[in-house]
């Protein structure tokens, strides 16, 4: 596509529920990156794949948070017994080569509110 | 936590007005970026400092990299109402970016 999609654009779940947020990246893009945006933050790291793998998951909050990718290209993001605190916007970003970030597209986002 | 300390928080100002706002962080960053954010849409990129001390322009934006590669600042000249939204700097480390958390611009027509 034209740019990196994300779905849902909004999610409103219950407390203690599994949500999965998806990223298409734009096509030929390598790197994915996940990051969370609390209201009133700025975007805060959470994973990014090379390919199908993830060198660096440093960024997930708790275990209850996994993603994962495959075919090089479609990524999940899963957050299993939400709480309110996951409550937040969740961007993905692609890039062509992992070692140039700065070259990331973000998408437009999943907002996530947990009751 | 933040690792980017970004003021001022928010900013309102006239149309016309020139704006500037700063990025400070106790880490050296190989690469400085300014990022703005639209409501409902994701950071879309600015302006990109790769050497200590480069001044960069884009249109009516000016940054520029500290020498120390541990601040920048964004200037934005003769502001318009579409110059609202949210600007964030970011460092880039290795293959991970770490924001400051923001700056909020408002424009008064």
């Known amino acids: 596509g034209a740019g990196v999609s994300q779905s849902p654009s909004n999610k409103v779940t219950e407390k203690g529920k599994d949500v999965e947020l998806r990223c298409d990246p734009i096509s030929g893009h390598t790197a994915l990156y996940w990051y969370r945006q609390s209201l009133g933050q700025g975007l805060e790291f959470l994973i990014y794949?090379?390919?199908?793998?993830?060198?660096?998951k440093s960024g997930l909050p708790s275990d209850r948070f996994s993603a994962e990718r495959t075919g090089g290209s479609v990524s999940t993001l899963t957050i299993q017994r939400t709480q309110q605190e996951d409550s937040a916007v969740y961007l993905c970003?692609?890039?062509?080569?992992?070692?140039?970030?700065?070259?990331?597209?973000f998408g437009p986002g999943t907002r996530l509110l947990v009751l | 936590g933040q690792q980017l300390n970004q003021s001022p928080q928010s900013m309102f100002i006239q149309e016309g007005e020139d704006v500037s706002m700063n990025c400070t962080s106790s880490?050296?960053?190989?690469?400085w970026l300014w990022y703005k954010q639209d409501p409902g849409e994701g950071p879309v990129l600015l302006i990109a400092?790769?050497?200590?001390?480069e001044l960069t322009s884009n249109g009516r934006l000016t940054a520029q990299f500290g020498i120390t590669r541990k601040d920048s600042f964004l200037n934005i000249s003769a502001s318009i109402p579409s110059d609202v939204g949210i600007y964030f700097c970011?460092?880039?480390?290795?293959?991970?970016?770490?924001f400051g958390a923001g700056t909020i611009l408002r424009v008064k027509s």
């Open positions: 400092l790769y050497k200590a001390g």
């Open positions: 970003a692609s890039s062509l080569v992992a070692d140039r970030p700065e070259t990331q597209y």
């Open positions: 970011a460092g880039s480390r290795g293959n991970k970016l770490v």
């Open positions: 794949f090379q390919g199908n793998s993830a060198p660096d």
């Open positions: 880490s050296i960053f190989n690469t």
